[in-house]
Nanobody
């Protein structure tokens, strides 16, 4: 089993920045991708960004140019730097890890963008 713990959410004004972090523990050997997803009220969970063990990053169109994913999947740590935040970025953000085609999820951290 893989356990994921997120940190760094909170309330920020439009145009502000937040940094989310995720740490994995447990049976982390073999994790090949880590990423961030988000779910706004009444909407489906959606991809924000992913990072592979080879260091390849992938972003949703809504995140490109504003968000940066970083970390070391082999060390089971990952962060998401979010800049120029908009009210539509308000959501619960979930850390995700994929190991041997199994998905693991954190409990989520709330990000609220509001003036």
């Amino acid at each position: 089993q893989v356990q994921l713990v997120e940190s760094g959410g909170g309330l920020v004004q439009p145009g502000g920045s937040l940094r989310l972090s995720c740490a994995a523990s447990g049976s982390t050997l073999g994790i090949d991708t880590m990423g961030w997803f988000r779910q706004a009220p009444g909407k489906a969970r959606e991809l924000v960004a992913t990072l592979t063990a080879r260091g390849n990053a992938n972003y949703a169109d809504s995140a490109k140019g504003r968000f940066t994913i970083s970390g070391d999947v082999s060390k089971s740590t990952m962060s998401l730097q979010m800049n120029s935040l908009k009210p539509e970025d308000t959501a619960v953000y979930y850390c995700n890890a994929i190991k041997h085609f199994m998905n693991y999820w954190g409990q989520g951290t709330q990000v609220t963008v509001s003036s």
